[in-house]
C-alpha cells in the first residue's frame, strides 16, 4: 500500500525548500508571527507525511 517513490521524496523535500525559502525572505517590516506559526505547521504536516510514508514502506 505504499506510495513512497523517489518523486514523492523529492516532492516533500521541495516542500520543505519552499517553506524555508518563505522564512528566509521574512525581514524585520514584514514579520508577522502568523506567517512563523502557518510556516510550521506546514513542516509539521511534511514531517508527518515523510513518516507516514516510511511506515508504510517499512511494513511492505
Do not use: C, P, Q
Not at 26 to 46: F, K, Q
Amino acid at each position: 500500500m505504499s506510495n513512497f517513490t523517489y518523486e514523492k521524496y523529492l516532492e516533500l523535500v521541495r516542500n520543505v525548500e519552499d517553506v524555508f525559502d518563505e522564512l528566509s525572505t521574512v525581514n524585520e517590516r514584514d514579520y508577522t508571527s502568523e506567517d512563523i506559526e502557518e510556516a510550521g505547521r506546514n513542516l509539521i504536516s511534511i514531517g508527518n507525511s515523510l513518516i507516514m510514508y516510511i511506515r508504510h514502506y517499512k511494513n511492505r
